[in-house]
């Protein structure tokens, strides 16, 4: 079973940028579409950007334009830039599966958005 470790967030002002990095323990990026998600307080979790094997990247409304989803095979890692960040960013940010039945979840990376 793959096992991911997310990392790279924390506590930044509005308008601020975090890279968030996805960690897994297999060589899984060239085969499937991966995405990260966000679960925000109270809120179940959402997709906010994925991408193919083939480096087709997509976006939710609310994040596009301000995030970059992208992946080093090499690594087994994959990426989230996250710029002008807002307070409804605020949340646990997840990687895994996003054409399918996902993996186990890994722990994530809390991201504070506030003043």
């Known amino acids: 079973q793959v096992q991911f470790v997310e990392s790279g967030g924390g506590l930044v002002q509005p308008g601020g940028s975090l890279r968030l990095s996805c960690a897994a323990s297999?060589?899984?990026?060239?085969?499937?579409?991966m995405g990260w998600y966000r679960q925000a307080p109270g809120k179940q979790r959402e997709l906010v950007a994925s991408?193919?094997?083939?480096?087709?990247?997509n976006y939710g409304d609310s994040v596009k334009g301000r995030f970059t989803i992208s992946g080093d095979d090499a690594k087994n890692t994959m990426y989230l830039q996250m710029n002008n960040l807002k307070p409804d960013d605020t949340g646990f940010y997840y990687c895994?599966?996003?054409?399918?039945?996902?993996?186990?979840w890994g722990q994530g990376t809390q991201v504070t958005v506030s003043s």
């Open positions: 895994n599966r996003a054409d399918g039945a996902p993996f186990d």
């Open positions: 297999g060589n899984i990026f060239r085969f499937y579409t």
């Open positions: 991408i193919t094997s083939g480096g087709r990247t």
